[in-house]
């Protein structure tokens, strides 16, 4: 029978131990695991066929005890075999940390801190200059049975020359009886002189006036150490303070007229403290640029609305602006308040806008279109040949207006029963042929989407005389009719008198005596 690992074992606390109980000689051993003072085993059992674990994830202190696993064959055979675990804890190197200014003459503050250390009592630490031991500290008397972090703190006054020499920490846990590996952890750092930020200037490329357009670069420059934390900001026209970016340089490749101001760079050093600015003022120059032109409420409206036209400009030094109607020889008046106001506006306040901006770097033009609107007006209707006319004969009615937009035209038939809709082709309707149905009242109704108007127009259709040439086939057909109508007229009152006298009269008796 035989326990892996050994009679001995050391681990490592916060890391997975498995001791393995092993047996041969037996088909179906069983197994039992316990301290030798029947604490808790801390770990979880898992048997096979001829073994069995105890896996402790992770070791705590709780497993420090001697684990005696227990091997049963049959009833009657029984072996034992222990296994001491003994622990320890020195998981990483000491920490070290340098407060205050390291300034010559003035204390600097060494703390070197080991962490999560057991057994504490046995820990010696060392507070080294290269190789000059400046403090040395250990922890005898400890008593503390779980895993802690212990810190040294030692304070010396640096000259001039220990500026770029190493200063060291060293931790070690020299338990002799115990094999484990490192037993001593170092954690070094140089020496720095902090000082600044100090003497903090910005420079800008190509100039602090520039043109619009161009690329403009800021750099800020100092004297810090360790280096420091520099941050730009701008000053707006109202005082407040407008955060850039966080940098030594700020760029901008395009610049605009928004950018001319007041920027500051401020440069803060978090080791001592101690923070600094400086300021450059910038003027972006240019022509003018048209920021704005527009018309409220709308650029298109109906006749009576009030118009306010606006324009606005951008430029370094201030433009002159002038708005008026392109259509206009005068100025409508110098933009002086940022707005045109066209009050109750008519159609002959419509056309296209202009505003021009000038300063002496160049001038900039802009246009925009007022639309009014207005329902048809001046409607004029032409009835061709006449209102009056006669049957067979072509009506043309004619109808022209001035609107905004452009008018369509329906021209209707009163009728009892039903409407008659009559089509229009630019403005002009045609009756052909007309007849005595045709006469009537006509409405005329010139609509669009602002309003309308309706005339009236009355038609009168009158028969005509046949025309001569049309007369002469009448008298010769009526001429004809006649010669045969008087011979038939005579041959029927001779057959009325001999009927009167015989008392009848057969017409076919009649005709045969005449022939």
């Known amino acids: 029978m035989e326990i892996i690992p050994a009679r001995r074992i050391v681990a490592q606390i916060g890391e997975t131990l498995v001791l393995t109980c ?14 030798q003072i029947d604490s808790p085993l801390g770990g979880t059992v898992d048997k096979q066929r001829t073994y069995s674990t105890l896996t402790m994830n992770p070791v705590s202190i709780v497993n420090s005890h001697s684990y005696l696993c227990t091997v049963f064959c049959g009833e009657k055979e029984k072996k034992e075999k222990s296994v001491k675990v003994e622990l320890y804890s020195f998981p990483s190197d000491p920490i070290v940390e340098i ?29 080294k200059k290269e190789e000059q031991v400046l403090h040395e500290q250990n922890f005898f008397e400890d008593d503390s049975t779980n895993t802690e ?43 720095n002189a902090n000082f600044g930020p100090q003497n903090t200037v910005i420079t800008a490329y190509p100039g ?26 701008k000053q707006l026209a109202n005082e407040s303070i407008q955060h850039l970016i966080e940098d030594s340089a700020f760029f901008i490749p395009h610049t605009h007229f928004s950018d001319s101001g007041l920027y500051i760079c401020e440069v803060i050093n978090l080791v001592t403290n101690k923070t600094e600015k400086a300021t450059v003022d910038i003027v972006i120059q240019g022509a003018p640029n048209i920021a704005e032109l527009s018309i409220e ?52 306040n419509g056309g296209d806008y202009e505003c021009v901006a000038e300063n002496k770097f160049g001038r900039h033009k802009s246009e925009i279109t007022l639309n009014v609107e207005f329902p048809p007006r001046n409607i004029t209707v032409l009835v061709h040949p006449s209102e009056n006319v006669k049957e067979g004969e072509n ?24 409407e008659i809709i009559l089509p229009s082709v ?55 009719v006649t010669a045969v109508a008087v011979p038939v007229a005579a041959i029927l009152i001779y057959v009325s008198r001999k009927a009167k006298i015989n008392g009848s009269y057969s017409l076919v008796k009649a005709l045969r005596l005449k022939v």
């Open 22 to 35: 092993n047996t041969t000689g037996c088909a179906s051993p069983s197994f039992s695991w316990r301290t």
């Open 99 to 127: 407060r205050s200014s390291l300034v010559a003459g003035e204390p600097l503050f060494v703390v070197c801190k080991v962490p999560d250390v057991y057994p504490s009592n046995r820990l010696e630490v060392l507070i």
């Open 149 to 191: 972090s212990k810190t040294v703190t030692h304070s010396f006054y640096p000259t001039a020359e220990d500026i770029g020499k190493e200063i060291s920490c060293v931790a070690m846990l020299p338990i002799a009886d115990m094999d484990f590996e490192p037993k001593e952890r170092v954690t070094s750092q140089k020496l």
């Open 208 to 233: 602090t006036s520039t043109m619009e357009g161009h690329p403009l670069n800021l750099t800020c420059v100092t004297e810090s150490n360790p280096p420091p934390q520099i941050v730009w900001r």
């Open 297 to 348: 409420p709308s650029t298109t409206v109906q006749e009576g609305k009030n118009v306010s036209i606006r324009c606005s400009a951008e430029s370094n030094p201030p433009p002159k602006i002038i708005l008026r109607r392109k259509s206009d020889s005068a100025d409508l008046g110098l933009y002086s308040e940022g707005r045109i106001l066209l009050p109750s506006v008519t159609f002959l």
């Open 395 to 418: 009506v043309t009615i004619t109808c022209s207006t001035y609107s905004n937009p452009p008018a369509q035209m329906v021209l209707k038939k009163v009728h009892r029963e039903k």
């Open 426 to 480: 630019n403005g002009t309707f045609i009756l052909y042929n007309v007849t005595k149905n045709d006469t009537g009242r006509y409405l005329l109704d010139v609509f669009n989407e602002v309003g309308n108007k309706i005339k009236v127009i009355e038609i009168g259709v009158v028969g005509r005389l046949e025309k001569p040439d049309q007369m002469i086939p009448l008298i010769i057909a009526f001429s004809s």
